[in-house]
Nanobody
């Protein structure tokens, strides 16, 4: 089982990035997929979630209206489109796949996002 994030980097405030998470080794279409982030000295927080059927999407209040989560089933990939980025969005972003029976789920290794002028 692997989840491989990509797309992180350095961006100026107000800029945009799209993160990708490629999944393999499990039934992607059966899993809810999540993006978490962890900033230095802070706890990991849930940023966005999309359920297994793409029916429900939820976002942290801090990113509503700026971030969009989506998934592509044939590519087994989940995306996080981030716009109007702010310095406080700086963090390592992690991809997570979980089910109701497998609560902790699978985790990627993370991708660093730095928002700075």
């Amino acid at each position: 089982v692997t989840l491989v994030e990509s797309g992180g980097g350095l961006v100026q405030p107000g800029g945009s990035l799209t993160l990708s998470c490629a999944a393999s080794g499990f039934i992607f279409s059966s899993y809810d997929m999540n993006w978490y982030r962890q900033a230095p000295g802070k706890e990991r927080e849930l940023v966005a979630t999309i359920d297994s059927t793409s029916t429900r999407k939820n976002y942290a209040d801090s990113v509503k209206g700026r971030f969009t989560i989506s998934r592509h089933y044939s590519k087994k990939t989940v995306y996080l489109q981030m716009t109007n980025l702010k310095p406080e969005d700086t963090a390592v972003y992690y991809c997570n796949g979980r089910t109701n029976r497998f609560v902790n789920g699978y985790w990627g290794q993370g991708t660093q996002v730095n928002v700075s002028s």
